[in-house]
């Protein structure tokens, strides 16, 4: 599993961590583990080209914390694109989970 933060060294919105699944997977969950400078707003997309986007969760809502998310899609790729932060800060996380059905 490969992962990238795009855009590099950037402080404006939108921004995303994507991960390469190795193959096309379907997937039922994912767990977002913040840290503080977390998303209020932000899709979770799957991509099967890594070019084409398609998003499987949104909120405008986002808590911080631990986030265990139902989701239901298929694709290679995955990520987590950031559209406003709860601080001045960019978006961190401590782990990305995802999981296949």
Do not use: K
């Amino acid at each position: 599993m490969q992962e990238h933060v795009f855009p590099p060294a950037s402080q404006a919105d939108p921004q995303w961590l994507e991960v390469d699944l190795g193959s096309t997977q379907s997937i039922c969950g994912v767990t977002l583990d913040w840290e503080t400078a977390y998303a209020t707003a932000f899709q979770i997309q799957t991509s099967t080209d890594g070019s084409t986007w398609t998003p499987i969760y949104s909120t405008t809502a986002g808590t911080g914390g631990t986030q265990n998310l139902t989701v239901s899609g298929t694709g290679r790729y995955i990520r987590m694109y950031g559209t406003a932060r709860a601080t001045q800060y960019g978006y961190s996380l401590w782990e990305f989970d995802v999981y296949g059905s």
